[in-house]
């Protein structure tokens, strides 16, 4: 499994953060390794199957690296029955092995982050984020190691930006309902 790395310049925070699993489109949130041959065409490749979804695999990997970063008092998966602060959205854009005319893939990993600020319902940021891979060869490891390291830098870089969208967020005067 590839290193986690940790920024020094990512901020540290008080608050708690939910990851929440959006998923993506069904055929690349699927157990099937998806390769497109061709733009415009997407294959499987045969008797080759993921352990876990691609976006179980894009939070685990967020979630790893924000746990590893000690920069939040708390960040658990949604549905873990911890109450949170933030609930981060990632949704799975593209989770495939790209040829695009050349002999060897390249594994593009495409999420859309979305970070919500549960109190007053407001989105403190929303990002997409790419990774390309070039894989080493053909064989279905040698593209499950690249898809690894793809997934290992965006984890970095998701968690990153999630903590400093948040602390801009939370550094914000926030409308408090008035009542009446």
Known sequence: EPARR????????????????????????????????????????????????????VQDAVLRTLEDSGRLPLVARQGSGVSSDYRLLLEVRRFRAE???????????????TL????????????????SQPATGVAVAQVADAFAQALSTLGHDVAGWSLQAGRAHAGQPHPVAASR
């Open 6 to 57: 940790v920024d020094p310049s990512w901020p540290a925070v008080d608050w708690s953060l939910a990851l929440a699993r959006a998923g993506g489109t069904q055929m690349e949130d699927g157990p099937r390794i998806v390769v497109s041959p061709v733009p415009g065409e997407l294959q499987v490749y045969r008797g080759a199957l993921w352990a876990r979804t691609p976006a179980e695999m």
């Open 99 to 113: 040829y695009a005319g050349n002999a060897v893939p390249a594994e593009v990993v495409e999420v859309n982050a």
């Open 116 to 131: 919500l600020h549960l109190r007053d319902q407001t989105v403190a940021g929303s990002r997409n984020f790419q990774q």
